[in-house]
């Protein structure tokens, strides 16, 4: 498969380029940077240019032509600039989810994160308030879009060393996990037409990632 990934140098993309073209695939890596061309391709990627805040779905499509399927990876974090939690993880995923559409691609897979639906705690701060509502709602348009979708939603992220053990489901606790791992998860996803319709949340465990995908799909 060709697999388009929205926010192709983020820290879970860069991890999963690999993977999958390891597994025989071609990851086509969607970055607004040139630059990072050379790295990505040393990753098993082809690139694409796109800059997911300013262009339109029309722009979105045109970078998914010829890809089996989408994965929005993109996101603009926890912290920082509250404007860009819309503008990246709401705005960005609504424009892959129509330009998917127009290309004619059905399978999508989004990563979003842990305990969205809830409302976050007064205390975290209007930034993280704006994160998890950019994420909930981006969430709630990609069940209701049609397409073949997966969401997956990690814990806390850390940039340790892959585990290759999770904990993967819909009632998962929060905890951390690796970016290594939930890469691991997103490829074992796509791989497997069953994962569609599915939302799981997404932590460290004590489950080789096969068994938590099949255990999921189980339960």
Partial sequence: MHIAIVGGHGKVALRLHPLLAQAGHTPVALVRNNAYRDELHGLGAEVRILDIENANAAAFAAAFAGCDAVV????GGPDGNIVRKRTVDLEGSLKSIDGARQ????????????????PPPRDR??????YVEAKRDADA?????????????PGRLTDDEATGL????PHVPRGDVTRADVAAV???VLENDDTAGHQWNLVGGDTTVPEAVAG???A
Wanted: hydrophobic residues 60%.
């Fill in 103 to 118: 290309a004619g691609v059905t399978r999508f897979v989004q990563v979003s994160a842990i305990g969205v639906d809830n």
């Fill in 141 to 153: 348009a990609l069940r209701a879009s049609g397409l073949d979708w997966t969401i997956i939603r």
């Fill in 216 to 218: 999921a799909l189980a």
């Fill in 72 to 75: 929005f990876a993109a996101g």
């Fill in 166 to 169: 999770v904990a993967l489901g």
């Fill in 186 to 188: 997103l490829a074992a």
């Fill in 125 to 130: 701060g209007e930034v993280w308030r704006a």
